[in-house]
Structures are given as structure tokens and as C-alpha cells.
């Protein structure tokens, strides 16, 4: 009864991470190149979605923008008086212009793609490390070089990057219990909280054409002329 308790209060406190084997110098160079790649691969695949949300983004505020104007001239009856849509469709305007600006000048893509470029020369480098020995200490100082230039020729990763590849990678890391609860609701946190200004920018939108159609209304008693 004892040990299973032991056991219980140990993976809840991810014990086994404090008191992992040690390893020779190979073998930490290998979990670094290892752990190295998995955040680029991830660091590659956040600024995919920060890219493709982007992108939707502004592609749904661009639709509100030719929208409104529609149902203006449409003969509909608005809740909203010509001057609030007008200023509306002003904000969407600039709304999109800026979006367009950022995905122009993060370059998300082309960023993402690097980094998936080094995270494959990672994986290279780390075969062929894994093929020699741990005598051949000439041959590895010439891949630690290797590696000091693969990962000082892209941008590097976040923490939280890094926090999903010690999640990810249960063979080198073994997280668990409490420490990986917390590890994953900080990631989370991290990754929403990029998303809060154009989920608002959202969800005003839908919102507000929600409240100009008459379906509901949400801030028609702040805009009624």
C-alpha cells in the first residue's frame, strides 16, 4: 500500500524527471539536437496558425466591410443609423489594411519554413551522431560546430515552444503529474492570449452586423442614433 502511494505521489510530483540517469556527454549532445529540432518543429508549426488565423482574419473583417454597405443599399431596415455604418465600415477598412501589413511584414510562411529547413538538418545531424561512437571525440566536436551554425542561422524558438517538446518528447522527458498539467495550461494561456485582438476584432464584427440585422441586440443601445 505504501509503494503504491509512493508511486502515486511520485508521478504526481513528476519525480521521475528529477531523477533521471545520467548521461555521458554523447548522449546529452544527442537530447540537446534532439530537443533543439522539436522546437523549431514547433516553432514552425505556432507561426502556421498565427499565419493561416491571420489570414482568416482578415478575410472575414474584408467581408464585413463589403457587407455593410450591401445591406445599406439592400432597402433593408437597419437597426443602426448611416453614420454609425459608415463609421463601422471606416474601422473594418482600417481594420484590414493593418491586418494586411502584419502578415506582409511577419512573413509567417517563409519564416515557418525556415525553421522547418532546420529543424530537418537537425534530425540529419542528430543520425549521424547517433552512428558514432563515444571515442570519437575529434568527429563530434566537428558536429557540435555543425550544430552551433544550424540553430545561429534561423531565429529561435519561445519557451513555450519549448514546453510542448518536453510534453512531446516522453523518451528523453518524462513529465508528469502537476508539472505537466501546469506545463500545458501555460502553453495554452501563451497561445490564446496571441489570438485575443483579432478574436475580438471578430467577434465585435459579428456582433455588431448581428445587432444591425435586428437578430440581437448587443450594442444596439450604445450606437441608436
Known sequence: MTKKISCVWNWLCSRGEIVRPK????????????????????????LKRQGKFAFFTTTILSLGL????????????LAFSTNVLNTMSIFLAVAVLVYSVVIGTAR?????????????????????????KESDVEHIKELEKKYSHLISDT???????YLAATLEMRRDYTVTGFPRLYKRLSIIFVE???????????????????DMLGISKILTKYFLS
Open 192 to 210: 490564446l492570449f496571441s489570438y485575443i485582438i483579432p478574436l475580438s476584432m471578430l467577434v465585435l464584427e459579428i456582433v455588431f452586423i448581428s
Open 108 to 132: 509567417y510562411e517563409a519564416r515557418a519554413d525556415k525553421l522547418t529547413q532546420c529543424g530537418d538538418n537537425l534530425k540529419d545531424l542528430s543520425r549521424e551522431l547517433d552512428s558514432l
Open 66 to 77: 463589403i457587407f455593410i454597405p450591401l445591406m445599406q443599399n439592400s432597402g433593408i431596415k
Open 23 to 46: 548521461k555521458n556527454a554523447k548522449e546529452k549532445f544527442q537530447m540537446s539536437i534532439r530537443a533543439t529540432a522539436k522546437c523549431r518543429f514547433n516553432a514552425a508549426e505556432r
Open 155 to 161: 531565429e529561435n524558438h519561445t519557451r513555450t515552444d
